[in-house]
């Protein structure tokens, strides 16, 4: 691996900078060892679960405004958004520990959200404005006994502001940066005797740039694909009684965005539109040692598209409705039932509307503090429409041998449901698929020193996936199987106003390949080898500032003009990031420097990616 003398010079800089001010003024830090994980439905802290999380703070949040929602989680030891840096029309695909797009559930507020009128039913992440998010708590590995379908390689939870401090407020968010891009939120919180709300409007324009690459010999420059987006965000919550809380939510968010005919194949017509509604209602009810918890959520989702001068238009509808209880046995036990039912339909304008249905029960038993030793264990009865009956589980053990030394591990299995376009399409559709099964293997070490000023964690994972669904010759069937193995490596340091994380994932593994129409050896758009190192100081009461570097190695994706497979070469990336506080804190300046040395790279082949860009803003709040 080479990195040349310019890129050497911009982080020694930026490191010996940090450095020599990093002893001004201690850090205000967050112990997330302490932080309860809402995500397991159970209430969890780290230090009593075995599974591996990575809990995104509020704090982590509050400076990445000069950021969206895929950059921040492209940052993510063993996660990879495919198209962060590329232009925002260009689908972005999120890949977990190796796994494809359509492996990870995404929650808000630890409710299920997707796309019902995707062809793959991913949540699209691009849907939601970062500076709506309290914190993100990412679960790794299979999470299908509490989350069902999809939940293969993790679960990402994305909790969003509430109402929580006293009175009124209002706060607000303005940025401008490069290809004239803007963003600009406007919101109104509240918390006021027993009822509270937080509510929000963001809106954001750009002009782009070319989302496909000019191939070599261009003489006619390609023309630029911009968007525009819009959402609101609305959360309430009142105390009913002592023992009794409900919280509705609403959620709409409209993107129109231009795009390319490919790799290398300029567009000036191709644009589509996204509409997506979410409403629900969240409701708890306490029995001292126990609480009843009902979760509904309605999402309806448009996808219409003019490609190549022809009309598309996908409409989609789920129905969520999760019940389940808590109860806790004692001080050191606690019991999680429940069941869920998600019935999804869909149409087009060329064919009929299709629906489906899944129902599933679920029980785990969490042990907790049991001298050294936690347990949780698990399993999961589902009932689909279709294809019948299948079973999940999960064994998780954790020992902390020393307050300083934990070591978990997890045995579980995992599966992903035949979408409505596989077995209902207009093409190679097939009512005979079974569910893709995956069994996976997980375990790693934590340590952590000096009250977790010094950490380190392991952790190596390996994932059978069986019966996975691809299209074949004559349309649809469970054929390939997928093997993926790897290992993350997170070290971090805090010493003073200095900060220091890093990590390191390593993935490989083989999968059916579209491309070729066979099994590879190798993941598409997914290396084998990434790391990163994110460095931060608070150089005075208002001032901070950060870096963040980023190696991505070498890779495979698809030419998908002459369908034959390419190499593409590893590239680095190097940002900078500061903020400065203005008015008892009512006010902060910010500014984000992305890819610094204006590195020419290749995210995915014939397409284009941002080179050096700016942007830059103000935030308040008025109370």
Do not use: C
């Not at 990093?22 to 967050?30: D, F, K, N, P, S």
């Not at 629900?280 to 309806?300: A, D, M, P, Q, V």
């Not at 046995?329 to 064919?351: E, F, H, M, Q, Y």
């Not at 997170?490 to 083989?510: D, H, I, Q, R, W």
Request: glycine share 10%; hydrophobic share 35%.
């Amino acid at each position: 691996m080479k990195i040349n003398n310019k890129l050497l010079i911009a982080m020694s800089a930026g490191i010996i900078q940090l450095g020599v001010i990093g002893t001004l003024r201690a850090q205000e830090t967050i112990d997330l060892n302490n932080v309860v994980i809402s995500a397991t439905k159970n209430d969890q802290k780290q230090s009593q679960t075995g599974k591996v999380v990575t809990i995104i703070g509020r704090d982590v949040l509050d400076r990445s405004q000069g950021k969206n929602l895929v950059e921040l989680l492209n940052e993510q030891a063993g996660l990879i958004v495919g198209g962060a840096t590329a232009n925002a029309g260009l689908n972005k695909s999120l890949f977990m520990r190796g796994a494809g797009s359509s492996y990870a559930v995404v929650l808000i507020d630890g409710i299920l959200v997707g796309n019902p009128a995707g062809s793959g039913s991913a949540f699209d992440l691009r849907m939601f404005s970062i500076d709506q998010i309290d914190h993100i708590e990412i679960l790794k590995g299979g999470q299908s006994t509490i989350y069902g379908s999809d939940a293969v390689a993790g679960v990402i939870n994305i909790v969003t502001k509430k109402g929580k401090d006293a009175g009124n407020s209002v706060y607000g968010v303005a940025s401008y940066g490069t290809y004239k891009t803007y963003k600009g939120t406007i919101g109104m919180s509240a918390n006021v005797d027993k009822f509270s709300y937080n509510i929000a409007y963001t809106q954001g324009k750009t002009d782009g740039f070319s989302e496909a690459a000019e191939p070599a010999g261009n003489t006619v420059p390609f023309e630029k694909d911009g968007n525009k987006t819009g959402a609101v965000n609305a959360n309430f919550s009142l105390q009913a009684t002592d023992n009794f809380s409900i919280s509705p939510f609403l959620r709409y968010f409209y993107g129109h965005y231009d795009f390319d005919g490919g790799g290398y194949k300029d567009n000036l017509t191709n644009n589509s539109k996204i509409k997506h509604f979410n409403g629900g209602i969240s409701s708890r009810y306490n029995f001292g040692t126990g609480k009843l918890n009902f979760n509904y959520s309605y999402e309806t989702s448009s996808v219409g598209a003019i490609t190549s001068g022809t009309s598309s238009l996908g409409e989609g509808k789920l129905h969520l409705v999760d019940l389940f209880y808590n109860q806790k046995l004692g001080s050191n036990i606690d019991v999680l039932v429940g069941l869920d039912n998600r019935a999804t339909s869909s149409k087009t304008n060329s064919g009929p509307s299709v629906s489906t249905n899944l129902f599933s029960t679920y029980a785990s038993v969490f042990a907790h503090d049991l001298s050294i030793f936690n347990l949780e264990i698990g399993g999961r009865y589902n009932k689909h429409k279709q294809y019948g009956e299948n079973y999940t589980y999960n064994i998780t053990p954790s020992i902390n041998v020393v307050k300083q030394v934990k070591l978990y591990g997890t045995i579980s299995t995992a599966f992903r449901t035949p979408t409505l376009e596989n077995l209902f399409g207009l093409y190679g559709a097939n009512l005979d698929l079974k569910p893709e099964n995956s069994k996976n293997y997980e375990a790693g070490v934590d340590f952590s020193f000096a009250e977790r000023k010094y950490a380190l964690r392991v952790a190596g994972f390996k994932r059978d996936l069986t019966n996975a669904i691809v299209y074949g010759n004559v349309g649809y069937i469970n054929q390939a199987r997928q093997k993926v193995k790897g290992f993350e490596a997170e070290p971090s340091v805090k010493f003073g106003a200095f900060s220091l994380n890093g990590y390191y994932a390593y993935v490989e593994g083989n999968e059916y390949n579209v491309v070729t129409n066979e099994v590879s050896d190798y993941l598409i758009r997914r290396p084998k080898h990434i790391f990163g190192i994110n460095a931060g100081v608070q150089a005075t009461k208002n001032l901070f500032l950060s870096s963040f570097f980023k190696y991505n190695g070498k890779r495979s994706d698809g030419n998908f003009n002459e369908f034959v497979i390419v190499d593409l070469p590893a590239y680095k990336l190097l940002n900078f990031y500061g903020e400065y506080i203005l008015v008892k804190k009512h006010v902060k300046l910010f500014a984000d420097f992305k890819n610094v040395l204006d590195e020419k790279y290749t995210e995915f082949y014939g397409y284009n990616s941002m080179g050096f860009n700016v942007n830059a803003g103000v935030s308040f709040t008025i109370k």
